[in-house]
């Protein structure tokens, strides 16, 4: 066994290459990487065959890997030496393959040059597809993450006042997050003021909030491998007429969006209903990024909820709902929730309220 949870990801990764009729797979992505044996690094091979799994570190990290991982074959990979190729001699692997999606063009003509002997056969994204769905594990981590990032929200709140700039903000939250047991932001935090609001992903600034500003702050903490993501707009005393209504529209699109994330609706008509309403409402040239997408050891990963996507949602997978309207040269909102998908109504994991939030 690899572990108690991580087992079971790995003989699915082994049913498919016993379906797919070759004798075993690597994978160079690190997030797929950490999601099957629990290590992660700044490189690393893994080989996954019919009845093994090896992993192929460099010298920083044998130690490493060998106290966070189980019953995982560690490899180091030496200089002048290609361990890839002796693993495959070894398994006697002539079909092997690979994950194309994480895989560069340089690594795979190095591969195709180096492994002789071999057939290189691309692999659809299937560590994506298994880790779409969420386990019990995975759920409370996502929700420690959520945790850290609302705490630290809350603790500088009271910065966010006409005077504060942008970067100040984001930097204030960042160490926040890393304050509250985050490893640290699971992303790089937006903050966005008055004009710059209509910027989706505007990065932080020197600009100085003003009253009657909006401020889109958009982050997540990373803690234990698992990410939040969340977004809240803040009000920055009377706002213009024109971004209440655009408030309003995105509150109401928000809501929506939780009332329509069921199991078994498709992803596409997800994003319809959202995009529908904000269409409705006139808004529609406006709101131009998709409504969601999944959040996990990534936060940005599979489903991604958008006008041209494929599937259907599933209990325990974890997306967000986002919809934004963004003003050019005038300012934007975006309000995002993170939801669990159940049997019944979605589960909505963000806590921090997303009514008219005036400061």
């Not at 903000?169 to 790089?188: K, N, V, W």
């Not at 699109?253 to 995009?275: C, E, H, M, P, Y």
């Not at 963000?350 to 005036?358: C, E, F, S």
Request: include cysteine; charge should be negative.
């Amino acid at each position: 066994m690899v572990t108690a949870t991580r087992q079971p990801r790995i003989e699915r990764i082994q049913e498919l290459i016993e379906e797919t009729g070759i004798d075993g797979c690597v994978l160079k992505g690190m997030d797929n990487i950490f999601y099957l044996t629990g290590f992660r690094g700044s490189e690393g091979t893994l080989l996954v065959t019919r009845g093994d799994v090896i992993l192929i570190v460099d010298f920083r990290y044998i130690t490493h890997a060998k106290e966070v991982t189980r019953d995982i074959s560690i490899v180091e990979l030496k200089q002048k030496q290609d361990a890839l190729y002796d693993m495959c001699k070894k398994y006697g692997i002539s079909q092997l393959g690979f994950d194309g999606a994480h895989v560069p063009y340089n690594t795979y003509r190095s591969w195709a040059d180096n492994l002789p002997g071999i057939n290189l056969v691309p692999m659809s994204n299937a560590v994506e597809e298994i880790r779409k769905i969420k386990e019990p594990g995975e759920i409370a981590a996502v929700m420690k993450a959520i945790a850290a990032a609302t705490q630290a929200f809350t603790d500088i709140m009271g910065l966010i006042r006409p005077g504060s700039t942008e970067r100040n903000i984001a930097d204030e939250l960042d160490h926040a997050m890393r304050g509250r047991g985050a490893q640290g932001p699971s992303f790089p935090t937006i903050v966005a003021s008055g004009p710059r609001g209509a910027l989706p992903h505007a990065e932080p600034s020197d600009r100085k909030f003003e009253a009657g500003d909006t401020v889109i702050i958009d982050f997540g903490a990373l803690v234990d491998g698992y990410c939040s993501d969340e977004t809240v707009t803040v009000c920055l005393g009377d706002i213009p007429d024109k971004m209440k209504e655009v408030y309003s529209i995105v509150d109401d699109a928000r809501k929506l969006g939780i009332d329509n994330a069921l199991s078994g609706k498709t992803v596409k008509q997800l994003d319809d209903i959202v995009r529908g309403y904000i269409e409705e409402r006139g808004y529609g040239d406006f709101f131009r990024h998709g409504v969601g997408h999944g959040v996990g050891i990534a936060v940005h990963e599979a489903p991604g909820i958008n006008s041209v996507a494929t599937g259907i949602l599933e209990e325990n997978m974890i997306v967000t709902i986002e919809p934004g309207i963004y003003l050019p040269n005038i300012g934007g909102v975006r309000l995002e929730d993170m939801v669990l998908i159940t049997a019944g109504k979605a589960r909505v994991l963000t806590g921090i309220r997303k009514d008219m939030m005036n400061l």
